[in-house]
């Protein structure tokens, strides 16, 4: 019953968890020898999953469990979090991998992507509100970004917290002391200290000793210093090695009278360095 002519298909609105299809243009013809037949295709919503460093975003980072979250509201008017699936039945929750998540089905609307586990050597991410649109010309996605731990390693006289005191050789061992650790990065934690604080990123989330090895010139050894790295996106924490000078008594006494001091002595001292061989 409809007229020869051209005519205009349009989607409206579209199933759940697809995109409204673009127009479909066709033509009815009177000639009975030709079957007027129109089809539209409807395609699946389709959101791309982007986790990177916050150093280098065209890089996937993998290791982060991720979960994709929508808000409901009961009857009561209450709120709460559940997590999102597509109409497919997929659930999303995931590990991160080498390349983004894709998720095809996810019907339109609000969602939060949220990290509940970050990589080795990373900081759990701040939530990332994103939107759905059924719109087949919209682009979905939704890229969260992750920051290294950091720690700074201060070295200081025990007389003055507020300068850096160079030269002496530290190292990050294990929670037991054992051996020396590496970040993310590779870097083996051993070095000399210099003028300024010893900053630390990527180092995984655990239990730590610092230690010195070798004091500067004039100071004792230092304790070892336990410290804790946590996942928790925070301001940089400073641990701090204090070192003392290293102090020797000088006494002038009679020989016949060692409990007494003998006043009027000079005293004269020195370096002797060694010879090398």
Do not use: C, H
């Amino acid at each position: 019953g409809l007229p020869a002519g051209e005519y205009i298909l349009r989607e409206t609105k579209a199933p759940t968890g697809f995109a409204v299809a673009a127009d479909v243009k066709f033509t009815i013809s009177d000639d009975l020898t030709v079957e007027n037949k129109v089809v539209m295709k409807d395609a699946p919503t389709d959101v791309t999953v982007s986790k990177v460093a916050l150093t280098n975003e065209t890089r996937e980072l993998p290791g982060a469990t991720l979960q994709i979250l929508k808000k409901v509201t009961a009857e009561d008017g209450t709120t709460s979090e559940v997590i999102a699936a597509t109409v497919y039945g997929e659930e999303l929750q995931w590990t991160s991998g080498e390349k983004a998540k894709e998720i095809k089905g996810l019907p339109a609307g609000d969602y939060i992507l949220r990290e509940i586990a970050a990589p080795s050597g990373y900081t759990i991410a701040k939530d990332v509100a994103f939107t759905v649109s059924n719109d087949s010309k919209v682009t979905n996605k939704a890229v969260m970004k992750d920051q290294a731990t950091e720690v700074n390693i201060s070295k200081v006289d025990i007389t003055n917290a507020e300068k850096e005191l160079p030269g002496a050789t530290l190292q990050v061992m294990d929670k037991y002391g054992n051996e020396i650790v590496k970040t993310v990065y590779g870097e083996a934690l051993k070095w000399v200290s210099g003028n300024e604080a010893k900053i630390i990123k990527g180092l995984p989330a655990g239990e730590y000793t610092l230690r010195e090895t070798i004091a500067p010139a004039g100071y004792s050894i230092a304790k070892d210093v336990k410290f804790t790295i946590t996942d928790e996106l925070k301001a940089a924490e400073t641990v701090t090695m204090k070192d003392a000078a290293i102090e020797a008594m000088i006494s002038k006494v009679d020989i016949t009278n060692a409990e007494k001091e003998l006043p009027g002595a000079s005293f004269r001292s020195w370096i002797q360095k060694a010879k090398k061989l």
